[in-house]
């Protein structure tokens, strides 16, 4: 019980070549370390055997009986969503990370490069950036067994994809393979609405906001806030 009394601090804890920023109770910082190591560990032991989960951009059939429960997951959530299972690797460890921690304590956020597990109490206020305009700020909604967020500015690669973007989800991981979908299509004909239609049809999205120059698109529960 002692936890349930501290106040929340941040921490970083790295992992390879991510950083997770960690708000909890300062007393599981090392724990959080050895889990996020173990996770990571797991999946890099079983990409190493079977490099298509690694490099693979579109959905792969299935995975060996000995893949870890993690690695499953992944290939679910990227199945789900239609792409490869590459694109949920960062949210995976940011999952796993916080799943864990949020077996022991009431409230927290792991964050990871626009990557969210959030647990908490009450309606989290979070800010979608943008290129050249303000932040819109989101209410993310409480969820007993925390909820996964992707968000990214989407101009990463040959500078194109949208101008903002936030996909909130049961989990970061299948948050994040639904925000490399949305990234892949909206750059196409009609590709602003189709992205929304998208959106809609992955099971497990609870909502998402994309924006694309001056048109700025809702769907499911995610509401803008002042």
Not at 36 to 41: C, D, G, P, R, T
Not at 64 to 76: I, S, Y
Not at 108 to 134: E, N, P, Q, S
């Amino acid at each position: 019980m002692r936890l349930l009394r501290r106040r929340a601090s941040t921490f970083d804890v790295q992992v390879q070549d991510l950083v997770l920023r960690i708000t909890a109770p300062e007393e599981v910082a090392e724990e959080s370390r050895a889990a996020a190591l173990s996770f990571w560990e797991q999946l890099q032991s079983y990409a190493l055997r079977h490099p298509e989960f690694r490099t693979s951009k579109r959905p792969i059939p299935d995975v060996e009986p000995d893949a870890p429960a993690v690695v499953r997951e992944m290939v679910a959530a990227a199945t789900a969503a239609a792409v490869g299972p590459m694109f949920t690797f960062r949210g995976a460890v940011v999952d796993q990370v916080g799943r864990f921690l949020a077996a022991s304590v009431p409230e927290v956020t792991v964050a990871c490069d626009g990557d969210y597990f959030i647990k908490a109490r009450r309606r989290v206020k979070l800010a979608v950036r943008r290129h050249d305009a303000d932040p819109i700020p989101i209410a993310i909604e409480p969820e007993p067994a925390g909820v996964g967020v992707s968000t990214t500015l989407g101009r990463g690669r040959g500078g194109v994809g949208p101008d903002g973007l936030a996909v909130v989800a049961d989990s970061c991981m299948l948050a994040d393979a639904a925000a490399a979908g949305v990234q892949a299509i909206v750059t196409k004909p009609d590709g602003f609405g189709v992205a929304l239609h998208y959106l809609r049809r992955v099971p497990g999205v609870r909502g998402a906001v994309v924006v694309v120059g001056d048109r700025i698109g809702l769907c499911g529960g995610v509401e803008i806030v002042a």
